[in-house]
Structures are given as structure tokens and as C-alpha cells.
DNA sequence: AACCATACGGAGGCTGCCTCCGCTTCGCAA
DNA sequence: TTGCGAAGCGGAGGCAGCCTCCGTATGGTT
């Protein structure tokens, strides 16, 4: 994921499989890609694909014949950013305290999450659609988190039963509700009473 | 809550104020309000408006006269289910051990959750849309976990600090990414987790 | 029996989704 | 340079959903 360019090659994506792609495609490529960037993150992971087509001058023939599903489609324009964060979580495995690491880390997801309506949706869709490229960003993200996680679980920072799976699936889901409910401005305590749960073994062996 | 027929009023719901419907009027009403049901279930809370009418027998402008908008659908057919819930509650409240009964509760909720697709965006949809009649649903419901919490935390079983909001959005954010991401089995497991980290007073101060 | 407020229902205008295919353009090779 | 085939374009068209509007039907009342 630090290796740009190398991302997952599919029907049309710019790189270097096959031929190179023709200039004009290539050019609506990315004017796509801008166009379907701002649409989303105004409206949504339910922006209208006409619309994009129309903003980047574009018939909407030649958006379904460079993205064949709205998912591919998010998936391109949230590529860039995906790839930021598990940098990101890459470069905090140096950091000497590995749980304020791993809170760091996901602060940083908070902020983009909040940042990209759309970007949570897509990542729902993920798990839907199992061996898509789409699943692909999911695993990327699990696995960025997975390594902090885990030397934050050795570091005896955080409780040694959670897995990356499950801090992903309860971090997602504050974002998702905080974004369908319009309120960003709990994420901070929610997250937080989240990371306070994780810190310690259950306190007893948790009735039910 | 316990009082049924006296649920808010609305512009066409049955009940005793002013003139009492026409009986055809009533008819549909009831029609629309079980295909609604069905389809809400079957497809979440985007189910197709002129399906639902269709399967009601109905035409299309009788459900927007019934109701006018798809919360207003959305709602009416929940209200029910909503009811049972805040009762359970108010019953709850004789529990002998309230953190039992907090978490009893709780279970209760995501089974009706898991149960009914589209409850989940409608609660989400009833916080954007402040004071209509949709927002009384969250309301109750809240103030229905809001006594439960509040003898929990005053037994000790739950830390102090945490508010019937947070704790509501909190579950209700689990209940969300485990309909959106299909996956309802891992619900158990998530919401322990989340119970787990409520029950002491948070290790410290936590630090950022 | 007659009347009219109340309610019905669907046509119609709009937007969005997606497919299909005739036309255009690129870029290679001669 | 030119020519030509592959690659790409783009929008018409078919379908479905949303919602409004209004002519028509009907229940209930006097």
C-alpha cells in the first residue's frame, strides 16, 4: 500500500498492465475521478453517477465504461486517502508508546471519516461484497490497525481478547451512526468511552 | 407510552380527535400500515413506496395521503413495536439487580433491532429531523433506557459518567454497522464488549 | 334521496439507473 | 503524412421510483 501505482489494476484503472490506456481515456478517467471526489463528499455515497458524469463533462456511457459499478467507483476515489491512513499506521509502529499509537491512529480515521461522507458506506459495502476489489481497502485498513493493535495488546495497553475485526466493526460504527445522525460532534467522547471499555481485562468474567 | 390509541395524532392516524375517519379511509389506512410492515422488513427502510401501495391494493396517492412522507410510514409502522419496548423497560424497572436489568433490556433492544430493518434509520433519521413526530419515537425510547441506566449506575454497576444519549447512540451505532454490513451474528460480542467498558469508572483519566 | 366533504387512484412530470450501439478519435505503422 | 483498425465516446432509450395534482367515486348525514 506504500507502492503507488502498484494498487490492484482493474478494467481500466491507469498503471502499468497492458497498454497504457489511451490519452482521451485517461483524461476522462480523471476528470471523473475529481468530479465523483466532490460528489461524494457532498452527498454521500448515494451521489447521483449522472450527475459526476455531468460535472466532469462526460457522457454517462463512458462513467460505466471506466467504473462498471458505483462501488468501483468509490472505491477510485477514496483509493488515495486509504492509502494515507495505513501509512500513516505504518509509521506509528516506530512510536515508542504503542497505546497512545494505537489512539492516534484512530483519531487520524475519525478525522477522515468525518471528512469523506461516503467513505463509511463504502466500507460497509465491503464486507457485503467478499473478494471485490472494495474488500481489498478493508483489508488494507484492518491490517494497518491489526499491527498497532497488537503491539498495543503486547504492551499490555489494551485488553489481549479483542481482535482488529472487532475494534474496526465498533470504531466504524460510531462513525456511521455519528454520520447518519448529522452529529459529528460526539465522536470524540464516543471514541473515547470506546477506548476506556479496551484498556483493561473485563472486570469479572461479564455476566451474561 | 402505556396508553395506546393516545400515541401523537397525526394528520390521518386513527384515534379520537375531531371526526373520526371514513370507514374506506380507515381500511387503506390499516392496509398500507401492514404492507408497510412487510416491506420495511423484507428490503429496510428504502423499500419501494408504490410497491408498498401496491401490495396494499392501493394507489399510490392514498399512501401520500395516509402518509406523507416515508418517515411518517416508517414510524407509524414501528410505533408498535416501540410501545413494547418502552414497556419492557418500565417493567424492568422491579428487577432486583439493575445492571441485569440494564443489559436485559439492552438484549431486548437489539433483538427488535435485528428483527426490523429500517428501525435503525429511523431512529438515525429521527435525530436529524428535531421535533417531528418521528423524534418522539427516539425520545421515548431513550427515556425508557434513560431509568434503567440511571438504577444501574446508582447500584454501581455502571460508571457514572455516561448518559442515556451516549449509551443509546453507542448500541445504536452497533445495531447499524451489524445491518449494514450483514453480519448480525458478531452483535452479541460487540455489545458486551461495549458493556464491559461501562462498568467501572475508566482507569485513570484517560489521556488525550 | 340527495348532497357534499372526504377520500380514492392513477396519469404525468421528473430524476436516476444502466445498457446498447452507431459514431469519433487516437495512435501505430507504413 | 496518411490511413485504418482498435479503443473509446456519449446519449438515446427502457425501466423504476418519487411525488403532485385533480377528476371521479363514495360514505355518511340531513
Redesign the pocket.
Known sequence: MTTPGAVAAGT?EPGQPA?P?????R???DRLLTAAAAAFAEHGA??????IARQA??????L???F???SALLEASYLVQLDTLSDQAIALLDEPDPGAALVTWLYAFAEHNVRSRGLKEMLAAAVREEGSRLSNCKTVLREALGALLRRAQEAGAIRSDITPNELMRLVHAVFLTADLTGDTGQIDRLLSLLLDGMRRPAPGAAEE
Chains 1, 2 share one sequence.
Open positions: 481500466s497498454r490506456m489511451r490519452a482521451d481515456a483524461r476522462n478517467y448515494d451521489a447521483s453517477l449522472e450527475e463533462r462526460v457522457g454517462i456511457g463512458t460505466y465504461r471506466h462498471p459499478t458505483r
